[in-house]
């Protein structure tokens, strides 16, 4: 292994270990307890090499909501592909959904509420973003009925965020959650 080789393979080692440290800390703590001085503190690094990977905690939470969106498009892909029918399908999807918001809080607000730098639904959109958005769309897909895919999708989702916001802040009582999903897929998810 070069010398070259070595250095890159320490810098994205130490990339993923900020990134998964201020993943961490955001979900223990929220993410106004991440900051680039306790960033540097955990990982045991000075904030000169912390400002080598990202210019700020912008751009971390940018690094956060990327890799976080690539999980919730597996999740979303592994809980439909277990489904059998369309409309089994989108419940398993709705139900991923909500289940990825409600297990990593700061995994979503990085991906869907903080400023993380990144473009949304524009060409410059990264990769891992718009695959999330084509994991919702493969399934709603089979249900958007005469609907374009693409704006079914993103009613859906909103509905789907809204549920998953207003649960999390207390605004819905989690005792009709299932009730809640089982209105949204049956009236939206016809086939």
Same mark, same amino acid.
């Given at each position: 292994?070069?010398?070259?080789?070595?250095?890159?393979?320490?810098?994205?080692?130490?990339?993923?270990?900020?990134v998964a440290t201020a993943r961490e800390l955001a979900e223990q703590q929220g993410w106004d307890a991440?900051?680039?001085?306790?960033?540097?503190?955990?990982?045991?690094?000075?904030?000169?090499?912390?400002?080598?990977?990202?210019?700020?905690?912008?751009?971390?939470?940018?690094?956060?909501?990327?890799?976080?969106?690539?999980?919730? $498009?597996?999740?979303?892909?592994?809980?439909?592909?277990?489904?059998?029918?369309?409309?089994?399908?989108?419940?398993?999807?709705?139900?991923?959904?909500?289940?990825?918001?409600?297990?990593?809080?700061?995994?979503?607000?990085?991906?869907?509420?903080?400023?993380?730098?990144?473009a949304y639904a524009q060409e410059d959109t990264p990769e891992p973003l718009k695959d999330a958005f084509?994991?919702?769309?493969?399934?709603?897909?089979?249900?958007?009925?005469?609907?374009?895919?693409?704006?079914?999708?993103?009613?859906?989702? $909103?509905?789907?965020?809204?549920?998953?916001?207003?649960?999390?802040?207390?605004?819905?009582?989690? $005792?009709?959650?299932?009730?809640?999903?089982?209105?949204?897929?049956?009236?939206?998810?016809?086939?």
């Amino acid at each position: 292994m070069s010398v070259q080789e070595r250095k890159e393979r320490e810098r994205a080692s130490r990339e993923h270990l900020i990134v998964a440290t201020a993943r961490e800390l955001a979900e223990q703590q929220g993410w106004d307890a991440v900051t680039t001085r306790r960033l540097a503190e955990r990982i045991e690094y000075s904030q000169p090499v912390l400002y080598s990977h990202f210019r700020g905690k912008r751009e971390i939470i940018g690094a956060v909501a990327l890799q976080g969106a690539t999980e919730m $498009a597996a999740a979303v892909r592994a809980a439909t592909s277990a489904a059998h029918g369309p409309r089994a399908r989108v419940a398993a999807l709705a139900r991923a959904y909500l289940d990825f918001a409600e297990r990593n809080p700061a995994v979503y607000d990085a991906i869907f509420q903080l400023d993380g730098g990144l473009a949304y639904a524009q060409e410059d959109t990264p990769e891992p973003l718009k695959d999330a958005f084509a994991a919702l769309m493969e399934t709603l897909a089979e249900v958007a009925g005469g609907v374009h895919p693409g704006l079914f999708t993103e009613t859906f989702w $909103a509905a789907l965020h809204g549920l998953a916001s207003l649960t999390r802040a207390g605004r819905l009582p989690p $005792a009709e959650a299932e009730q809640r999903l089982e209105l949204l897929v049956s009236r939206l998810a016809t086939t």
